[in-house]
């Protein structure tokens, strides 16, 4: 049960949205430029990231509906999503990207545990500056993302039709649509 | 030494927004709608949760910067906001902001945190489920800024000056024209 009085209807974050649209439109604009917009990394590699963030911080919601959105976009599907949010360190991902996981896992406990070796490693594995700031950013949005739905106990729910849904409408149309901000 | 090739010019989070604009504008509008929008909260008591979160995440740019605008927005100045970051539980804020300060507390460990009983106690002391949603969004979203300031190394200035300008910008002009995107 949430933990305010919002719509049960809208599952996960759709509740909480719904609820104060003031702030809505920026978080899903923020959602869309960093998980779909023009970028090096592709938007499997960043919903990757996403699904390992929220793995780790425990958000069922956004593991769930993240790692579905993963799963569609990358040629490994649910079995690398799963290795990934098992154990980064041994899932069949690239060297740059298992670079960019640990550099998600270290923003993930704080962003004081980033040194410069865990940038230099990313940068020997052929990281840009701009995916090494992508990451940290995306990483450091789902770390907010994950404690709004968690923090307010947004609606999880259990049917996998809901996520087969929710990847329709975020692979074809984006986030402001799937957030209900844009028609 | 920022982990990136920014412009150290700009002190803290402006450098990694002029870096980046694509998710720069969501980013201060989320900031712009959140902590000077309407709402039930003063912007005083809203920069007095940034600057207790921004103290729990040890992020120093975020402590100094907001701790300056709660300090000028707030009547009991630098002094009450000193005594929220050193310890809010004795700090002199009304029963409902101690409530609120514990919830966001909760919320910077981990979404998970929040239980049943700690939203109880700020319905308890007064506080709306408008309140509520917004302390735990304002607390998720500076986990989210103290961890993109933090995990690139942005640069912190020691000079008090630099803070004052940025306070005379916050109050009076705003989010979108202290981080640039605006004029």
Known sequence: MPHIDVDTERPGIG??????????????????TLLRGPNSLS???????????????????????????????????????ASVCRDPR???????????LDLAG??????KEVDSELVAEARRQGATDEEIHDTVLITASFCMFNRYVSGLGAAV?????????????????????????EA
Chains 1, 2 share one sequence.
Not at 45 to 74: M, P, Q, Y
Not at 90 to 100: E, G, Q, R
């Open 15 to 32: 509740g909480l949205l719904a609820f104060r649209p003031g702030p809505a439109r920026p978080l899903l604009e923020l959602a869309e």
């Open 90 to 100: 041994t899932a069949p991902v690239s060297a740059k990207m298992h670079a960019l």
């Open 157 to 181: 729910p259990e049917d996998k039709s809901v996520y087969d849904e929710l990847v329709e409408i975020r692979v074809k149309r984006g986030y402001l649509v799937l957030g209900g901000v």
């Open 43 to 81: 938007e499997g590699e960043r919903e990757l990231i996403v699904a390992h963030v929220s793995t780790l911080n425990d958000c069922t919601w956004s593991k769930r509906a993240h790692g579905a959105f993963a799963a569609a976009l990358l040629d490994g599907g649910e079995e690398l999503v």
């Open 106 to 111: 270290a923003v993930t406990r704080s962003g």
